[in-house]
């Protein structure tokens, strides 16, 4: 299994969507934060399962949430860019690489 980097923005990105439905519902923001350690521990462990979209970015989609993991599949490691809305701009995750 690889190692994971996940960039500062992508922590961020989980903080903000799980103060979000923490506010919807207590305890949505623990699943969801579960939901998307699911989903890197998945990546990390077959990150070639996912299509590539460009630029070498895959992405993973978040079990039970609207969300996306877009990360790169490097030679030692896998970097996660961000956690975002499936239903967001392409663009937003095109600034990151």
């Not at 993973?60 to 701009?89: C, K, N, S, W």
Request: charged share 35%; aromatic share 12%.
């Amino acid at each position: 299994m690889k190692r994971v980097d996940v960039r500062p923005e992508a922590e961020v990105d989980v903080i903000e969507v799980a103060w979000w439905y923490e506010g919807e519902r207590e305890g949505l923001g623990r699943d969801f934060c579960f939901e998307v350690e699911s989903t890197v521990e998945r990546i990390a462990a077959n990150p070639l399962q996912y299509r590539e979209r460009e630029l070498g970015t895959r992405m993973a989609m978040v079990d039970r949430f609207p969300y996306g993991v877009y990360f790169i599949d490097e030679v030692e490691q896998i970097t996660v860019l961000g956690i975002l809305h499936l239903q967001r701009h392409p663009d937003s995750w095109r600034k990151r690489r």
